[in-house]
């Protein structure tokens, strides 16, 4: 069965404190990671997909990498506006993605 | 950036009765989600819709649910008899291509689904 553990939970950083997340997975196959965004009461907006080891990607202040057990979304110079849950996702064999419970992140001015 | 837009935003039902949750696909896709999302729990697939029928569905996705594209534009998740575990923020996603061809999927802002 496909799973996804994300690490921290929650994470408070200073604006300006630079830090990364973790997305532990297994799955049969990977046919892409995902980083979505979600803010309170809304739906996940995507930010990326990866879809082989060593493959990296970035927008802004934020960098995805992957490697064949983990995934980071590292944030460089966070500002409050970064402050929301950030979810993880695997697609393996079939349609669905799995998400992990995502990590809380509170960015302070 | 074209959106996915789902309406109701909130619904609040009795347990029992029939819900129909809908959503509008951004206007050139083609393959059509739902996923839930119950209070402080992950992100769950229910069901996948490609081409007038569902291509996939978990077991969550039991007799009690239903999906429809009832004409071009809507795409409808009912919930004929709900019951209090129903309660969830239900998300509709829909992407142009299959998911892992380089495609990014997009979600709806959901319906919140009170089941009293």
Redesign the interface.
């Known amino acids: 069965e496909d799973q996804v553990t994300q690490s921290p939970e929650a994470l408070r950083l200073q604006e300006g404190e630079s830090s990364s997340l973790n997305c532990s997975y297994t799955v049969s196959g990977l046919?892409?990671l995902?980083w979505?965004r979600q803010d309170p009461?809304?739906?996940?907006?995507?930010l990326f997909?990866l879809?082989s080891a060593g493959e990296e990607k970035e927008k802004e202040r934020l960098k995805a990498t992957l490697t064949k057990k983990e995934s980071f979304l590292h944030i460089t110079a966070p500002k409050p506006e970064d402050s929301a849950t950030y979810?993880c996702?695997v697609?393996g064999g079939?349609?669905?993605?799995?998400?992990?419970?995502?990590t809380k992140l509170t960015v302070n001015p | 950036e074209p959106e996915v837009t789902q309406t109701p935003s909130h619904q609040v039902t009795q347990m029992g009765q029939e819900v129909i949750l809908r959503c509008v696909p951004i206007s050139n896709h083609l393959y059509f989600y739902w996923y839930r999302q119950i209070l402080g729990q992950k992100v769950e697939f229910l069901v996948s819709f490609y081409n007038n029928e569902i291509s996939e569905k978990s077991e969550i996705f039991d007799d009690q649910f239903s999906v429809e594209r009832p004409d071009g534009s809507n795409f409808t998740l009912k919930i004929r008899s709900t019951k209090l575990e129903d309660s969830a923020m239900y998300f509709c996603a829909s992407t142009a291509q299959q998911l892992a061809t380089n495609e990014k999927l997009f979600f709806g802002s959901g319906t919140q689904l009170s089941v009293l």
């Open positions: 046919r892409g995902f979505y009461g809304k739906g996940p907006e995507f997909t879809y979810l996702a697609q079939s349609e669905k993605l799995v998400f992990g419970k995502g």
